[in-house]
């Protein structure tokens, strides 16, 4: 009764009106300040802050502390660390990196990889595309790629999350946006776009 009676008062009314337009003026300036941000970022990529190639530290140096890795995270049974090793999940160390003593880890593998950079495996795509000497592609990519989809890779920071998105994100692979130009070799690093298989 009396909250109703405390509502029907001009000057409580013009409070909350108060209130409210004050907050929607300073999340609507705060939104436009985002855009503008957001903006500024996709419009280039910034020429003070290139994509870096190389790991920092090495693994086979047991002289060195070895800093945490990350890794593909997604795969099943398979999973891919920044140091282009390939291994089972359960070979996969507490600091993320491949256990590169285990058996099943192999480093830069391109088992399902077609000449083209399109592999049928997500995490062999990862891994052959983080050889060194791939760094000319995936260079020229950068630097050929339409504003569209440059903008899509502005957030990438090195080599190894580069090859991620890289793997995962080939709208060379499908045909049409709903079906894969070749079902067995999805995931492309490469230029070229798989081969289209008939139907």
């Not at 280039?44 to 502390?65: C, M």
Request: net charge positive.
């Amino acid at each position: 009764m009396v909250f109703r009676r405390l509502l029907r008062k001009r000057w409580v009314l013009g409070v909350v009106f108060g209130l409210s337009l004050i907050y929607f003026l300073t999340s609507t300036l705060k939104q436009e300040e985002r855009t503008i941000r957001d903006r500024t970022l996709l419009e280039v990529r910034d020429s003070d802050h290139p994509i870096q190639w190389k790991v920092k530290f090495i693994l086979g140096n047991s002289s060195r502390q070895i800093s945490q890795c990350r890794n593909s995270i997604q795969g099943k049974s398979l999973l891919t660390d920044e140091l282009g090793y390939v291994c089972e999940r359960k070979d996969l160390l507490v600091n993320g990196c491949c256990n590169v003593n285990a058996p099943s880890s192999s480093q830069y593998v391109c088992k399902s990889c077609l000449a083209n950079g399109c592999c049928s495996i997500y995490e062999y795509c990862v891994s052959c595309c983080l050889q060194p000497d791939k760094q000319p592609l995936l260079e020229r990519f950068l630097n050929r790629a339409a504003e569209g989809f440059q903008n899509l890779f502005t957030a990438v920071e090195d080599h190894f999350e580069l090859c991620l998105a890289k793997c995962r994100t080939s709208s060379q692979s499908v045909q049409h946006e709903n079906t894969y130009r070749n079902p067995q070799a999805k995931y492309c690093y490469g230029e070229s776009p798989p081969e289209l298989l008939p139907i």
